[in-house]
């Protein structure tokens, strides 16, 4: 199993929110899904509307746990 992977489609589905001054939502549609997951053929065909919702889904609870992680990191004092 390659954890690598699995790591950076996580990542890239976070990112696909946009927000901050980004080009926003970036998993609207089919087309966005099949952007996200270009690269993997195995994963690149026969989408349905079912797993865009699904992935959609899986965003709320990753984007606050990464929040809540840069604001402890950035609260964390540093040994002098």
Do not use: K
């Given at each position: ?7 950076e ?60 992680a840069?604001?402890?990191?950035a609260?964390?004092p540093?040994?002098?």
């Amino acid at each position: 199993m390659d954890l690598n992977s699995y790591a950076e489609l996580a990542v890239r589905l976070v990112n696909t929110a946009g927000g901050g001054g980004e080009d926003g939502d970036r998993l609207v549609n089919l087309d966005g899904l099949r952007a996200l997951v270009a690269d993997r053929e195995h994963l690149n065909t026969g989408m349905t509307r079912t797993d865009l919702d699904a992935l959609r889904a899986l965003r709320p609870s990753s984007v606050p746990s990464s929040s809540r992680a840069r604001r402890a990191t950035a609260r964390t004092p540093r040994p002098s």
